[in-house]
Protein backbone atom coordinates (compact mmCIF):
# COMPACT_ATOMS: atom_id res chain seq x y z
CA UNK A 1 0.00 0.00 0.00
CA UNK A 2 2.72 2.62 0.57
CA UNK A 3 3.87 1.88 -2.82
CA UNK A 4 0.62 2.69 -4.06
CA UNK A 5 0.23 5.83 -1.74
CA UNK A 6 3.95 7.00 -2.83
CA UNK A 7 2.62 6.75 -6.72
CA UNK A 8 -0.26 8.93 -6.06
CA UNK A 9 1.40 11.91 -4.69
CA UNK A 10 4.37 11.99 -6.98
CA UNK A 11 1.39 11.40 -9.65
CA UNK A 12 -0.64 14.99 -7.99
CA UNK A 13 3.33 16.40 -7.51
CA UNK A 14 4.11 16.06 -11.14
CA UNK A 15 0.49 17.26 -12.93
CA UNK A 16 -0.53 20.29 -10.26
CA UNK A 17 -1.68 22.05 -13.23
CA UNK A 18 -3.66 19.96 -15.79
CA UNK A 19 -6.75 17.81 -15.29
CA UNK A 20 -5.77 14.49 -13.47
CA UNK A 21 -7.07 11.02 -13.59
CA UNK A 22 -5.37 8.43 -11.60
CA UNK A 23 -5.85 4.79 -12.04
CA UNK A 24 -6.09 2.03 -9.11
CA UNK A 25 -6.29 -1.28 -8.61
CA UNK A 26 -6.54 -1.05 -5.09
CA UNK A 27 -10.02 -0.95 -3.17
CA UNK A 28 -8.65 -0.43 -0.65
CA UNK A 29 -6.47 2.33 -0.89
CA UNK A 30 -9.21 4.15 -2.67
CA UNK A 31 -11.61 3.92 0.04
CA UNK A 32 -9.16 5.16 2.25
CA UNK A 33 -8.44 8.88 0.65
CA UNK A 34 -12.03 9.08 -0.71
CA UNK A 35 -13.86 7.56 2.27
CA UNK A 36 -11.94 7.40 5.42
CA UNK A 37 -9.95 10.02 6.12
CA UNK A 38 -12.12 11.78 8.22
CA UNK A 39 -11.63 8.73 10.69
CA UNK A 40 -8.03 10.08 10.72
CA UNK A 41 -8.61 13.33 11.27
CA UNK A 42 -10.98 12.88 13.73
CA UNK A 43 -8.10 11.13 16.03
CA UNK A 44 -5.69 13.52 14.87
CA UNK A 45 -4.14 10.32 13.06
CA UNK A 46 -3.10 8.38 15.79
CA UNK A 47 -1.78 5.10 14.66
CA UNK A 48 -3.15 5.43 11.16
CA UNK A 49 -0.60 3.48 8.82
CA UNK A 50 1.32 5.49 6.04
CA UNK A 51 -0.47 9.13 7.48
CA UNK A 52 2.05 11.27 6.69
CA UNK A 53 1.32 10.34 3.19
CA UNK A 54 -2.40 10.26 3.17
CA UNK A 55 -2.30 13.58 4.76
CA UNK A 56 0.08 15.11 2.18
CA UNK A 57 -2.20 13.42 -0.21
CA UNK A 58 -5.50 15.03 0.58
CA UNK A 59 -3.65 18.04 1.24
CA UNK A 60 -2.59 17.99 -2.44
CA UNK A 61 -6.62 17.38 -3.36
CA UNK A 62 -8.08 19.58 -1.44
CA UNK A 63 -5.71 22.51 -2.87
CA UNK A 64 -5.62 21.92 -6.64
CA UNK A 65 -6.66 24.49 -8.99
CA UNK A 66 -7.15 21.41 -11.69
CA UNK A 67 -9.82 18.52 -10.93
CA UNK A 68 -8.47 14.98 -9.95
CA UNK A 69 -10.48 12.21 -10.41
CA UNK A 70 -9.35 8.78 -8.82
CA UNK A 71 -11.06 5.64 -10.46
CA UNK A 72 -10.36 1.86 -9.78
CA UNK A 73 -9.85 -0.32 -12.49
CA UNK A 74 -9.88 -3.90 -12.58
CA UNK A 75 -6.28 -5.83 -13.46
CA UNK A 76 -7.58 -9.68 -13.06
CA UNK A 77 -10.49 -11.11 -14.77
CA UNK A 78 -12.48 -10.67 -18.06
CA UNK A 79 -12.44 -6.97 -17.88
CA UNK A 80 -8.52 -6.26 -17.87
CA UNK A 81 -7.29 -2.10 -18.57
CA UNK A 82 -4.74 -2.46 -21.00
CA UNK A 83 -2.39 0.43 -19.26
CA UNK A 84 -2.44 -1.23 -15.98
CA UNK A 85 -1.25 -4.70 -17.01
CA UNK A 86 1.50 -2.57 -19.19
CA UNK A 87 2.31 -0.63 -15.55
CA UNK A 88 2.90 -3.98 -13.82
CA UNK A 89 4.99 -4.91 -16.83
CA UNK A 90 7.28 -2.42 -16.26
CA UNK A 91 7.70 -2.86 -12.86
CA UNK A 92 7.73 -6.06 -13.27
CA UNK A 93 10.91 -5.72 -15.68
CA UNK A 94 12.42 -2.65 -13.88
CA UNK A 95 11.85 -2.55 -10.23
CA UNK A 96 11.32 0.62 -8.95
CA UNK A 97 14.38 2.09 -6.99
CA UNK A 98 13.27 3.36 -3.01
CA UNK A 99 14.32 6.96 -3.04
CA UNK A 100 13.99 9.21 -0.23
CA UNK A 101 11.98 12.45 -1.22
CA UNK A 102 11.37 15.59 0.69
CA UNK A 103 7.49 16.95 0.65
CA UNK A 104 7.40 20.58 -0.58
CA UNK A 105 6.64 23.29 1.85
CA UNK A 106 2.75 22.90 2.12
CA UNK A 107 0.45 25.63 3.48
CA UNK A 108 -1.06 24.58 7.06
CA UNK A 109 -3.92 27.41 6.63
CA UNK A 110 -7.33 26.33 5.35
CA UNK A 111 -5.94 22.26 5.11
CA UNK A 112 -8.21 20.46 7.37
CA UNK A 113 -6.04 17.16 6.21
CA UNK A 114 -3.05 18.61 8.76
CA UNK A 115 -4.58 20.39 11.14
CA UNK A 116 -3.19 20.50 15.02
CA UNK A 117 -6.13 18.90 17.28
CA UNK A 118 -7.90 16.25 17.40
CA UNK A 119 -12.28 16.29 16.84
CA UNK A 120 -13.02 15.96 20.73
CA UNK A 121 -16.93 15.12 20.19
CA UNK A 122 -15.77 12.65 17.52
CA UNK A 123 -13.64 10.58 19.80
CA UNK A 124 -14.57 7.40 21.57
CA UNK A 125 -13.39 7.24 25.36
CA UNK A 126 -10.57 4.94 24.31
CA UNK A 127 -8.98 6.80 21.52
CA UNK A 128 -8.61 9.26 23.22
CA UNK A 129 -6.54 7.54 26.40
CA UNK A 130 -4.38 5.86 23.87
CA UNK A 131 -3.78 9.13 22.38
CA UNK A 132 -2.61 10.80 25.71
CA UNK A 133 -0.61 7.42 26.51
CA UNK A 134 1.16 7.67 23.69
CA UNK A 135 1.85 11.34 23.98
CA UNK A 136 3.27 10.82 27.80
CA UNK A 137 5.17 7.50 26.84
CA UNK A 138 6.94 8.59 23.53
CA UNK A 139 10.43 8.60 23.91
CA UNK A 140 11.82 10.90 21.74
CA UNK A 141 15.11 12.00 22.39
CA UNK A 142 16.24 15.59 21.42
CA UNK A 143 18.43 16.52 18.62
CA UNK A 144 21.04 19.17 20.69
CA UNK A 145 22.79 19.92 17.02
CA UNK A 146 19.95 19.56 14.16
CA UNK A 147 22.55 21.68 12.75
CA UNK A 148 24.60 19.01 12.37
CA UNK A 149 22.20 16.89 10.86
CA UNK A 150 21.93 19.87 8.17
CA UNK A 151 25.53 19.72 7.19
CA UNK A 152 26.31 15.80 6.76
CA UNK A 153 22.62 16.22 4.23
CA UNK A 154 24.00 18.64 2.34
CA UNK A 155 26.85 16.29 1.90
CA UNK A 156 25.21 13.42 1.36
CA UNK A 157 23.20 15.63 -1.42
CA UNK A 158 26.25 16.79 -3.28
CA UNK A 159 27.45 12.98 -3.13
CA UNK A 160 24.51 11.49 -3.93
CA UNK A 161 22.34 13.93 -5.60
CA UNK A 162 19.43 12.55 -2.55
CA UNK A 163 18.61 14.58 0.34
CA UNK A 164 17.99 12.23 3.35
CA UNK A 165 15.30 13.13 6.01
CA UNK A 166 16.49 13.37 9.87
CA UNK A 167 15.14 9.87 10.31
CA UNK A 168 17.11 8.54 7.38
CA UNK A 169 19.74 9.82 8.45
CA UNK A 170 19.55 8.60 12.33
CA UNK A 171 18.20 5.30 11.35
CA UNK A 172 20.52 4.16 8.44
CA UNK A 173 23.10 4.15 11.34
CA UNK A 174 21.87 0.96 13.03
CA UNK A 175 21.46 -0.50 9.29
CA UNK A 176 25.20 -0.75 8.37
CA UNK A 177 26.73 -4.29 8.84
CA UNK A 178 29.19 -3.57 11.10
CA UNK A 179 30.00 -4.50 15.15
CA UNK A 180 27.36 -2.52 17.10
CA UNK A 181 30.06 -0.59 18.82
CA UNK A 182 30.71 1.07 15.83
CA UNK A 183 27.31 1.70 14.98
CA UNK A 184 27.32 3.53 18.54
CA UNK A 185 30.26 5.56 17.65
CA UNK A 186 28.95 6.92 14.50
CA UNK A 187 25.51 7.53 16.43
CA UNK A 188 27.69 9.88 19.09
CA UNK A 189 29.41 11.52 16.41
CA UNK A 190 26.39 12.48 14.26
CA UNK A 191 24.85 13.96 17.23
CA UNK A 192 27.73 15.71 19.06
CA UNK A 193 27.86 13.58 22.31
CA UNK A 194 31.90 12.32 21.78
CA UNK A 195 33.50 13.23 24.91
CA UNK A 196 36.32 15.30 23.05
CA UNK A 197 37.91 18.69 22.71
CA UNK A 198 35.65 21.50 24.05
CA UNK A 199 33.76 19.20 26.71
CA UNK A 200 37.00 18.61 28.54
CA UNK A 201 37.96 22.27 28.72
CA UNK A 202 34.95 23.22 31.26
CA UNK A 203 35.98 20.83 33.42
CA UNK A 204 38.37 21.17 36.48
CA UNK A 205 41.33 19.34 36.51
CA UNK A 206 40.43 17.72 32.69
CA UNK A 207 41.43 21.05 30.68
CA UNK A 208 44.77 19.30 29.16
CA UNK A 209 42.74 16.24 27.29
CA UNK A 210 40.79 18.71 25.10
CA UNK A 211 44.16 18.67 23.13
CA UNK A 212 44.47 15.91 20.52
CA UNK A 213 47.49 13.70 22.22
CA UNK A 214 48.92 12.46 18.84
CA UNK A 215 49.98 16.34 18.45
CA UNK A 216 51.13 16.60 21.97
CA UNK A 217 53.59 14.08 21.99
CA UNK A 218 54.60 14.25 18.59
CA UNK A 219 55.93 17.87 19.13
CA UNK A 220 54.39 19.16 22.04
CA UNK A 221 51.54 21.41 20.01
CA UNK A 222 48.49 22.30 21.98
CA UNK A 223 46.10 22.00 19.45
CA UNK A 224 42.25 21.32 20.51
CA UNK A 225 40.74 18.28 19.24
CA UNK A 226 37.75 18.01 17.61
CA UNK A 227 36.12 15.99 14.86
CA UNK A 228 37.25 17.56 11.78
CA UNK A 229 40.71 17.16 13.53
CA UNK A 230 40.38 13.86 14.81
CA UNK A 231 39.34 12.11 11.58
CA UNK A 232 40.34 14.32 8.49
CA UNK A 233 43.22 16.74 9.23
CA UNK A 234 45.54 15.62 12.20
CA UNK A 235 49.41 15.13 11.00
CA UNK A 236 50.52 12.79 13.64
CA UNK A 237 47.71 10.42 14.46
CA UNK A 238 48.11 8.25 11.52
CA UNK A 239 44.63 9.09 10.20
CA UNK A 240 45.49 9.68 6.45
CA UNK A 241 47.40 6.64 6.39
CA UNK A 242 44.19 4.60 7.45
CA UNK A 243 42.27 6.70 4.61
CA UNK A 244 44.73 6.08 2.21
CA UNK A 245 44.69 2.18 2.70
CA UNK A 246 41.44 2.37 3.26
CA UNK A 247 41.00 3.68 -0.50
CA UNK A 248 43.60 1.14 -1.91
CA UNK A 249 41.22 -1.58 -0.39
CA UNK A 250 38.22 -0.24 -2.36
CA UNK A 251 40.23 0.53 -5.25
CA UNK A 252 40.78 -3.44 -5.14
CA UNK A 253 36.95 -3.60 -5.49
CA UNK A 254 36.31 -1.46 -8.22
CA UNK A 255 36.74 1.21 -10.75
CA UNK A 256 34.58 3.57 -9.43
CA UNK A 257 36.55 6.36 -7.92
CA UNK A 258 36.73 6.94 -4.06
CA UNK A 259 34.29 9.64 -2.89
CA UNK A 260 36.06 12.81 -1.17
CA UNK A 261 36.02 12.18 2.55
CA UNK A 262 35.31 14.85 5.25
CA UNK A 263 33.32 14.89 8.57
CA UNK A 264 29.93 15.40 6.95
CA UNK A 265 30.35 12.88 4.67
CA UNK A 266 31.31 10.48 7.63
CA UNK A 267 28.25 11.47 9.67
CA UNK A 268 25.83 10.59 6.73
CA UNK A 269 27.35 7.12 6.11
CA UNK A 270 24.21 5.52 7.15
CA UNK A 271 22.39 7.36 3.91
CA UNK A 272 25.14 6.72 1.65
CA UNK A 273 23.98 5.41 -1.72
CA UNK A 274 26.37 5.92 -4.68
CA UNK A 275 25.28 6.57 -7.99
CA UNK A 276 25.40 4.29 -10.61
CA UNK A 277 22.85 3.62 -12.91
CA UNK A 278 24.11 0.26 -13.95
CA UNK A 279 24.60 -0.99 -10.16
CA UNK A 280 21.05 -2.94 -10.08
CA UNK A 281 21.83 -4.61 -13.95
CA UNK A 282 25.38 -5.71 -12.90
CA UNK A 283 24.72 -6.67 -9.08
CA UNK A 284 27.32 -4.42 -7.62
CA UNK A 285 27.36 -3.84 -4.09
CA UNK A 286 29.64 -0.70 -4.06
CA UNK A 287 26.99 1.44 -1.76
CA UNK A 288 27.57 -1.07 1.06
CA UNK A 289 31.16 -1.44 0.35
CA UNK A 290 32.00 2.15 1.48
CA UNK A 291 29.56 2.35 4.57
CA UNK A 292 31.65 -0.97 5.57
CA UNK A 293 34.95 0.19 4.77
CA UNK A 294 34.34 3.77 5.88
CA UNK A 295 32.85 3.07 8.99
CA UNK A 296 35.71 0.38 9.87
CA UNK A 297 38.24 3.92 9.14
CA UNK A 298 36.08 5.81 11.17
CA UNK A 299 36.79 3.04 13.97
CA UNK A 300 40.38 2.47 13.19
CA UNK A 301 41.18 6.15 13.92
CA UNK A 302 39.20 6.36 17.16
CA UNK A 303 40.60 3.20 18.66
CA UNK A 304 44.07 4.37 17.49
CA UNK A 305 43.32 7.72 19.22
CA UNK A 306 42.10 6.16 22.35
CA UNK A 307 45.73 4.22 22.40
CA UNK A 308 47.17 7.23 22.39
CA UNK A 309 45.86 9.38 24.62
CA UNK A 310 45.19 6.55 27.42
CA UNK A 311 48.75 5.07 27.21
CA UNK A 312 50.26 8.21 26.88
CA UNK A 313 54.37 6.31 28.17
CA UNK A 314 53.93 3.68 25.64
CA UNK A 315 55.41 3.73 21.95
CA UNK A 316 52.53 4.07 18.94
CA UNK A 317 53.19 3.53 15.75
CA UNK A 318 51.82 6.09 13.54
CA UNK A 319 50.40 2.96 11.62
CA UNK A 320 48.57 1.84 14.32
CA UNK A 321 45.03 2.91 12.44
CA UNK A 322 45.93 1.25 9.25
CA UNK A 323 46.52 -2.35 11.07
CA UNK A 324 43.33 -1.77 13.22
CA UNK A 325 41.55 -1.05 10.24
CA UNK A 326 43.35 -4.48 8.31
CA UNK A 327 42.24 -6.39 10.89
CA UNK A 328 39.01 -5.50 11.61
CA UNK A 329 37.75 -5.82 8.06
CA UNK A 330 39.53 -9.51 7.94
CA UNK A 331 37.05 -10.35 11.12
CA UNK A 332 34.34 -8.44 9.43
CA UNK A 333 34.89 -10.87 5.81
CA UNK A 334 35.59 -13.51 8.35
CA UNK A 335 32.31 -13.23 10.18
CA UNK A 336 29.99 -12.46 7.03
CA UNK A 337 31.09 -15.75 5.79
CA UNK A 338 31.34 -18.19 8.10
CA UNK A 339 27.49 -17.14 9.39
CA UNK A 340 26.52 -18.13 5.79
CA UNK A 341 26.81 -21.56 7.37
CA UNK A 342 24.65 -21.32 10.06
CA UNK A 343 21.26 -20.45 7.76
CA UNK A 344 18.75 -22.36 6.49
CA UNK A 345 19.66 -23.60 2.59
CA UNK A 346 16.63 -21.36 1.05
CA UNK A 347 18.52 -18.32 2.37
CA UNK A 348 22.13 -19.76 2.17
CA UNK A 349 22.81 -19.03 -1.28
CA UNK A 350 21.19 -15.61 -1.10
CA UNK A 351 23.82 -14.54 1.44
CA UNK A 352 26.61 -16.40 -0.15
CA UNK A 353 26.28 -14.42 -3.47
CA UNK A 354 25.97 -11.22 -0.95
CA UNK A 355 29.34 -12.21 0.67
CA UNK A 356 30.81 -12.74 -2.71
CA UNK A 357 29.35 -10.00 -3.96
CA UNK A 358 31.05 -7.86 -1.64
CA UNK A 359 34.39 -9.33 -1.17
CA UNK A 360 34.99 -12.42 -2.97
CA UNK A 361 34.29 -11.28 -6.51
CA UNK A 362 37.37 -8.89 -6.93
CA UNK A 363 40.54 -10.77 -5.24
CA UNK A 364 39.89 -9.18 -2.00
CA UNK A 365 39.44 -12.62 -0.11
CA UNK A 366 39.64 -16.12 -1.67
CA UNK A 367 36.13 -17.83 -0.10
CA UNK A 368 35.64 -21.40 -0.23
CA UNK A 369 32.46 -23.08 1.15
CA UNK A 370 33.04 -24.45 4.48
CA UNK A 371 36.10 -23.16 4.81
CA UNK A 372 37.75 -19.53 5.87
CA UNK A 373 38.35 -16.58 3.74
CA UNK A 374 41.84 -16.26 3.09
CA UNK A 375 43.12 -12.68 2.22
CA UNK A 376 45.31 -10.33 -0.33
CA UNK A 377 45.94 -7.26 1.64
Excluded at 169 to 175: A, D, P, V, Y
Excluded at 202 to 230: F, I, M, S, V
Excluded at 282 to 299: H, Y
Amino acid sequence: MTAELTAILMALLSNKNTELTIKLSSLTVLNLICNRTTNGENLLWHEITDADLIKTIVHELRIRPEPCSLQWVRVNGDRKDPNMIAAQKLTKDTPPIREDFVYAPRDHNNSRALHDGAKLSSLEMKDAYSIIVSKHTAKLTPLLHPERLESAKNEIEIATGLWPTNCKLIMGIWNIPVYPRLRDLLWNLLVGRLRIGKYWQNLPGYEERAHCAACRRQNGEQTTEDETHLWTTCEHNGQKRCWNYAKHIWQKCTPRPWPNVNIDLIRGLGTIRLPNAQEIANQTADSERFKIIASLAVWAIWKARNEWTINPEEQISANRAKSILKESLKDIIKKSWLSTNLERENKHTKSELKVRALWGSNSLAVLERGKPPTYSF
